[in-house]
């Protein structure tokens, strides 16, 4: 159900202008899963546990995380390079993957 304010996209596959939504569902549904790594590139996974390879300043915060902190349950976002994840004290913590290490 398109709308009239809707961007549309030439869609070369087709031949036709489609709206700019339907093209980016099209597209999310046929992109594989994505592969989420850490720093010594094993896979991550939603609820997996892992521990800080350097010390991190957390932004916002005082606080420094310290090498070798465990995150326990992170969860995966959109991003690749991003995991998001609880900390004590620190809401909304997201951190990158190329500083964490699966446990």
């Not at 549904?29 to 720093?39: I, K, L, N, Q, S």
């Amino acid at each position: 159900m398109a709308q009239d304010d809707d961007e549309y996209v030439y869609d070369e596959a087709t031949g036709e202008w489609r709206p700019a939504s339907e093209m980016a569902a099209e597209a999310a549904a046929t992109a594989g899963p994505v592969e989420v790594r850490d720093a010594a590139g094993n896979i991550l996974a939603d609820g997996d546990s892992v521990a800080l390879v350097k010390d991190l300043k957390v932004k916002g915060t005082s606080q420094t995380l310290k090498q070798g902190t465990v995150i326990k349950s992170i969860r995966l976002t959109a991003d690749p390079e991003e995991i998001d994840c609880r900390f004590e004290g620190i809401k909304g913590l997201v951190l990158r993957t190329e500083f964490v290490r699966k446990r």
